[in-house]
């Protein structure tokens, strides 16, 4: 059996699939992707203990799925932001202090204005701090897939990274390792990128540190489902 990357085409080598989990990481394009159901079909007898072909919902992951739209969305929270939460407090009342003694010095020429100019990185660095902390504990990813279109959106907290593509753009949707976790061949530890494939053949990243690989394997999954795109790879289907 040839299998073939669904994001570029390329045949993988038996090098680059794992036959316990059918997870397979593309050697020239970083994607990572799930033979499990192929090898689960077409080799039963070789691979018995191969029975694992859908991601299960992972717990942190909210479901509303009506016929109008699948929405799918994801706290940022983390018990790691009470130690940034901590180190941010930490850090802007040390500048604080510092403009506090500043000011009350009085404005001593030079000094006083090296006592104010000093500091402005840090200000910058407290300033996206608080901001990142206040988002992290705040805001929720939401994809959405209705009929005619996908959405990804982060807030209450602005935030970079939002996209709409029309529904019928979408020729694929797959997930990519770092180039490091391709090197160390550990797919399960890395984090992921969820791209999407067009049909101009332009590729457009959808998500990224939104959890494990399995994570990101589940909304691919259900992404893949509710726009009607088969995510069995067809050899031959992408050769170039
Ligand atoms: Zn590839």
Redesign the pocket.
Known sequence: MVFT?K????ALKESDISFDTGIAI?E??Q?VMSFAEDLNVSSAQDFPSLVKAKVGRPEDVDIEDTPLRLRLSRRWYHPGLFFLLFFCIAWNAFLIGWYTMGSQMGEDGVIGLIMFIFPTGHVAVGVSLAYGVIAGFLNRTTVEVSASELSIRHGPIPWKGNQRLAASDISQIYCKASKAAVRREAAAVLQPTLYAKLKDDRRIKLLSKMGELETLRYLEQRLEERLGINDRSVPGEYTS
């Open positions: 990357c994001a570029c085409g390329a593309c020239h394009c994607a």
